[in-house]
């Protein structure tokens, strides 16, 4: 992988975009990297479109700022499509991972030209079949690990499982669902 | 041996309070220093501290609470931004007029108004000259590590002022990044036992804390504050290098970074310092001597020091996070200004205001001031040394 690997999420207040940056920092922390991860703190509410970001590298990190120009963008929503621009600065070596079920002349026309990779992902499916909820977070964090590349899968699902432990110590009836929401996205999550 | 571990800002702070086990906290939320009592509450209802916490009704209040505790000789801390700090305001001045040690975190923000909750220096600028000593850090780690040696600096007897430990609000406060812990046990080691020397509750010694002080000594006393102000320089110093020899990681009034054989300097504070070392990095990839240095210690300010460092730059433009709105320039270019000027060492400087309630200031930004210092170092002229760095253009 690249020294520096900057990561952009598009999410919507409430779904869990901050929650998966901090994650994936977590799991990248954990394979001995430099991390950053930080959302862009807005007016937030349920619903409003929220930006959050990662930074990985085998090097420390001094750089303070948003990124303008990353490596790989999440969409965990893929109403904000019509309302955000996604790709803005989006490196043509990178490749953008979207939440979504439609097609890909839908998609085509919504990224506004980008020529590098575009993933995709039914999250709703992979949450409602694992979780019994829709909780898109879990999915996309698996589907931004398998597209970037940032680490070895089995030992991402191997974190995952101990950060789950941790996280949902007083729910641990919801760690076997997000396990399988994982292992499923890794699947699921394809090339278009 | 240091723990490799992964915190938010003030996940760091709480943790380095936690670890000092203070005697009082009495602190009440504010964005986006909230997280702080809000952590620490849970280390003392989870009995990980024995700390007396005190949650007060207003910032106000916090202050005062943690000026009767430190005056009945307990330790005692808290934190805040923004408006917490502008309604402690009075508190401020008498925690240090006082002679009270108190260590604050302070995570900057925007005072409002219009309201804004987003990082600039407007807050810790407004109490610069009210006699508090004054760290600033770039990341989580030197928030932690200025926490750590924040009681042994304030309480030394030489010195015995109160001290704010800040850091960028959302920045570095909420941003998740790589740090460097230590232990428990080692932490208080370092950071001792509060031994003060007077004190409310010795009862073989009553003493009256803060009583009428008139045109017979009111002057004298503030000089007494100004003199323990001038000597916390050094012991600041004899602080970081013990802890270097404990931590080895390496502290001084500022931090000087590619300065040695640069040509035109950047002088700034707090998480903006890290973007710059980016910038200078990959000009120095270019072949242009850019460099920077970091004020850690701001008050007191290392104006002899400051001089001597910059003194072999051909141009230098000084970062301000907050506006003075005084017609002049920031106030860090004043002091790095006069600094320069009482100490003989004339190089052409230019001060820029920037990241205004949280505006983002972009690696290109800070790019765009190496190239006016170029120009600047060529002719030797500055025209215009009052300037704005990432305003809309439309808003000239």
Redesign the interface.
Known sequence: MNNLIEIRWHGRGGQGAKTASLLLADAAFNTGKYIQGFPEYGPERMGAPITAYNRISDKPITIHTNIYEPDYVVVVDDTLLECVDVTSGLKETGAIVINTTKDAEYLKQHLKGYKGEVYTIDAKKVSMETLGKYFPNTPMLAAIVKVSNIMEEKDFIADMEGSFKHKFAKKPEVIEGNMKAIELALKEVKKI | MSIRE?LSGNEAVATAMKQINPDVVAAFPITPSTEIPQYFSTFVANGSVDTEFVAVESEHSAMSACIGAQAAGARAMTATSANGLSLMWEMIYIASSLRLPIVLNLVNRAVSGPLN??NDHSDAMGVRDSGWIMLFS??NQEAYDNTLMAHRIAENKDVQLPLMVCQ?G???S?????IELEEDSEVKNFVGEYKPEHYLLNRKEPIAVGPLDLQGYLFEHKAQQAEAMKKAKQVILDVAKDFEKWTGRHYGLFEEYKLDDSEIAIVCMN??A??A??VVDKLREKGVKAGLLKIRVYRPFPGEEVAEALKNQKAIAVLDKSDSLNAIGGALFEDVVSSMYVNEENVPMCNYIYGIGGR????EDIESVYEDLQKIAKTGKVEDPYRYLGLRREAK
């Open positions: 992964r909750i987003h770039e990341n960028d959302f920045i570095t909420h941003a998740i990044e790589n998480s903006t890290g973007t070392k980016f983002d200031t972009t690696a």
